[in-house]
């Protein structure tokens, strides 16, 4: 069965960091594009960085800009989400997803919207103290 697991939250103090892995079980990221989400208690789920397959596209929230790097591996399989200079507000459940099937495209709403995507991890928590 297709999964996708997350790992490396913890709980870490404002102005640290953490690195976040999302590995592909029983499928592969093959041409596929990969989202990492976060959603903290009583918020909406929300978007915080993409890759594409390629690695030549990638997007970020705002929020996150110039603290989190994504990147991947796909000889591993796998993608991180690098986290720097993590702040309270950043402390969530952070998931993985990818689409139901690869898309070709740069537009902005594939990667950023949690409705184009079909298969999620379980997440892994991320508490940053102050």
């Known amino acids: 069965q297709a999964q996708l697991v997350e790992s490396g939250g913890g709980l870490v103090q404002a102005g640290g960091s953490l690195r976040l892995s999302c590995a592909a079980s029983?499928?592969?990221?093959?041409?596929?594009?990969v989202g990492w989400f976060r959603q903290a208690p009583g918020k909406e789920r929300e978007f915080v960085a993409a890759i594409s397959w390629t690695k030549s596209i990638i997007y970020y929230a705002d929020s996150v800009k110039g603290r989190f790097t994504i990147s991947r591996d796909n000889a591993e399989n796998t993608v991180y989400l690098q986290m720097n200079s993590l702040k309270p507000e950043d402390t969530a459940v952070y998931y993985c997803?990818?689409?139901?099937?690869?898309?070709?495209?740069?537009?902005?709403?594939?990667?950023?919207?949690?409705?184009?995507?079909?298969?999620w991890g379980r997440g892994t928590q991320v508490t940053v103290s102050s």
């Open positions: 997803a990818t689409p139901a099937v690869p898309m070709l495209t740069s537009a902005r709403s594939y990667y950023t919207d949690s409705h184009e995507y079909a298969y």
């Open positions: 029983g499928r592969t990221f093959t041409n596929y594009h």
